[in-house]
């Protein structure tokens, strides 16, 4: 279960590929690549969290909001 300082440590890796600051992301806001600038960035971000937590996130069509990546990232640590 990730404690809240790995949640800090998400949203500043998705405010990078969201382009926006720590502050304005929560548990609600989107990350799909409906927001982003195509699935390319969303796969990256995706890689990244992998990396940072040595996990590997597969079920990507779950993914909608913050709230849903750390569900996915809880299911797997």
Same mark, same amino acid.
């Given at each position: 279960?990730?404690?809240?300082?790995?949640?800090?440590?998400?949203?500043?890796?998705?405010?990078?590929?969201?382009?926006?600051?720590?502050?304005?992301? =929560?548990?609600? &806001? *989107?990350? $799909?690549?409906?927001?982003?600038?195509? /699935?390319?960035?969303?796969?990256?971000?995706i890689?990244?969290?992998?990396?940072?937590?040595?996990?590997?996130i597969?079920?990507?069509? =779950?993914?909608? &909001? *913050?709230? $849903?990546?750390?569900?996915?990232?809880? /299911?797997?640590?």
């Amino acid at each position: 279960m990730l404690n809240d300082d790995e949640k800090i440590i998400i949203k500043e890796v998705v405010s990078k590929f969201l382009r926006t600051n720590v502050v304005d992301i =929560n548990d609600d &806001t *989107l990350i $799909d690549s409906s927001v982003m600038q195509g /699935s390319v960035l969303f796969h990256r971000m995706i890689s990244r969290i992998n990396q940072i937590y040595s996990i590997e996130i597969d079920n990507y069509a =779950n993914i909608k &909001t *913050l709230r $849903d990546l750390i569900k996915s990232i809880n /299911s797997k640590i």
